[in-house]
């Protein structure tokens, strides 16, 4: 392995291992929490995919008259990403997004989809996205986290934007999560079988084929600029962070939606 990428790792590893022992894990123990989790999660998914088109616009040619832009190694790794989020198969076989794989996973198990169809239509209704975050009425954790996500993704370097796609944004799933999911599917398979194919698909293909071509991405970016590297880790360290209040969002509105009952 790069030798810039094990340093980069190693200067993130803190916060990833608190992410991983964030007390979110813990609130997910039947069906109800599950809807709670991906109620907010959702939004993760979606904006993941709005930070992913910034990288293609920045690293390949999206206008006319088509010009080769960069290098065609970026090019190929980051098309070839984009193909498989935006164009990969449900469990029938049907074409679809991951983020639609995922809103179809939250209407089989009855979850509420309106905030982000709301923040959505507000978009396609002209409203700028910083705008239409912040009148959205959505937990305040995850208006921050939605901000960042679209600061870096219309104004970073595409090295910043590469390292916090690559390893700010990771989708860690503990061990005790899957075991959580295999307990649910068998109590209720007609409500989470979408949700449990949409992770084992995504440890599948983003946990191993996406997760080298965005490492190498990022080196290709970076190349063998500390100064370039130094931005990456910081990024990623940031992104990290963000993750964390995000999970901090779903924690407290299990906390809330307990203490109204």
């Not at 030798?3 to 993130?12: F, G, P, V």
């Not at 916060?15 to 991983?20: N, T, Y």
């Not at 964390?244 to 307990?258: F, M, P, Q, R």
Request: charged share 25%; net charge negative.
């Amino acid at each position: 392995m790069n030798h810039h990428i094990q340093k980069l790792k190693s200067e993130i590893e803190q916060e990833r291992s608190r992410l991983l022992s964030h007390p979110v894990y813990h609130q997910i123990s039947d069906l109800d929490s599950l809807k709670n989790f991906t109620e907010t999660h959702v939004f993760a998914v979606w904006d993941f995919m709005s930070l992913l088109k910034s990288l293609q616009i920045a690293l390949t040619s999206v206008s006319i008259p088509w010009m080769p832009v960069g290098s065609a190694e970026t090019r190929y790794l980051i098309n070839e990403i984009v193909l498989g989020e935006e164009c990969d198969v449900d469990e029938d076989g049907n074409r679809m997004s991951h983020f639609e794989l995922y809103l179809k996973s939250m209407h089989q198990m009855g979850a509420n989809t309106k905030p982000i169809y709301s923040l959505i239509k507000s978009i396609l209704a002209g409203q700028p996205i910083d705008e239409a975050i912040n009148k959205s009425s959505l937990n305040p954790n995850v208006e921050q986290f939605l901000h960042f996500t679209f600061e870096i993704a219309k104004h970073a370097a595409p090295h910043v934007k590469a390292s916090v796609f690559t390893f700010g944004r990771e989708d860690l799933i503990p061990s005790m999560f899957m075991k959580f999911l295999e307990e649910m599917h068998s109590e209720h398979p007609d409500k989470v079988s979408t949700f449990k194919y949409y992770i084992e698909r995504h440890i599948e293909v983003d946990g191993d084929h996406h997760s080298h071509l965005a490492i190498n991405m990022v080196s290709e970016l970076c190349g063998d600029d500390e100064s370039k590297w130094k931005d990456a880790a910081e990024a990623a360290k940031k992104a990290l962070e963000m993750r964390y209040l995000l999970w901090d969002a779903i924690v407290n509105t299990k906390i809330e939606s307990e203490v109204a009952l």
